[in-house]
């Protein structure tokens, strides 16, 4: 089993940026993915992107690309979110999550992080 740690979470004005870092220890990672949801008060958690830890194919949701950046290094087991000119209906908690392969289905994730709050003013 993969533990995964979020860090990087705060305020932030919109129009601003900010960086999510998700640190995986437990195994290293040679295969399967790493992504990010988030989980707004009264919604569903929903899917933001996912990079792929062989080839570092990425994808994402349509809410926040040419925003949004996934980027992982493999000798460090660290993923990170870049997320640029931020609205306030980015404010969530993010997650990261480890699974077998690329889906957008959350429960197709086995490892969760603790998740880290993002809040977008206005």
């Known amino acids: 089993q993969v533990q995964l740690v979020e860090s990087g979470g705060g305020l932030v004005q919109a129009g601003g940026s900010r960086r999510l870092s998700c640190a995986a220890s437990g195994r290293t990672f040679s295969s399967g993915v790493v992504g990010w949801f988030r989980q707004a008060p009264g919604k569903e958690r929903e899917f933001v992107a996912a990079i792929t830890w062989s080839d570092g194919r990425t994808y994402y949701a349509d809410s926040v690309r040419r925003r949004f950046t996934i980027s992982r290094d493999n000798t460090k087991n660290t993923m990170w979110l870049q997320m640029n000119s931020l609205k306030p209906e980015d404010t969530a908690v993010y997650y990261c999550?480890?699974?077998?392969?690329?889906?957008?289905?959350?429960?197709?994730?086995?490892?969760w992080g603790q998740g880290t709050q993002v809040t977008v003013s206005s």
């Open positions: 999550a480890a699974g077998p392969r690329v889906t957008s289905y959350a429960p197709m994730y086995n490892s």
